[in-house]
């Protein structure tokens, strides 16, 4: 699995027009389901991103806190164009990417993951629609992970 995760303020996902999903302060996660993924990468990652640290605490401490800590909320997006090879040619080669059924599957498997640990709000977009996503990058932090 690869997910790019950026620090927002806040967020919004909308489909032809109408907001589908919304978060204040926490994560839009962009994430990707690649061919063999497992539920064990997918409860690895939503593990390793409700602990880390990248909220400053009340005292300016910096990266002391997890969203967790902060009561913070989460936007997850299905992307499957991280999954883009472009070392050969001018056209991303999206072969590496999951198939839309098991891709599905692991997608709500990460965001059943995030709620089950106790993130305050969890939000997504549609699987598989086009979408528009807005936020407001606070930072700006941005982390790739993968598993």
């Known amino acids: 699995m690869r997910l790019v995760l950026q620090r927002v303020s806040s967020a919004s996902v909308s489909i032809d027009g109408q907001i589908v999903g919304e978060i204040g ?21 939503a593990e390793k991103i409700v602990k880390l640290r990248l909220f400053d605490n009340p005292n300016g401490k910096v ?52 709620r089950e640990l106790n993130v305050a709000k969890v939000e997504s977009g549609r699987f598989g629609a086009m979408m528009h ?6 930072g700006p932090v941005t982390l790739i992970l993968e598993k």
């Not at 996660?29 to 690649?34: E, K, Q, R, S, Y």
């Not at 090879?85 to 599905?104: H, I, L, M, S, V």
């Open 25 to 45: 302060r926490g994560y839009v996660i962009l994430l990707c389901v690649m061919q063999g993924d497992t539920s064990l990468q997918a409860q690895w990652l």
């Open 133 to 138: 996503v807005q936020l407001i990058n606070d």
């Open 63 to 114: 990266n002391d806190q997890s969203v967790l800590d902060i009561v913070g909320q989460i936007l997850v997006i299905s992307q499957f164009t991280l999954a883009g090879d472009t070392q050969k040619g001018n056209r991303p080669d999206y072969t590496a990417a999951a198939g839309p059924e098991d891709a599905k599957i692991l997608y709500e498997y990460f965001m059943k993951k995030l």
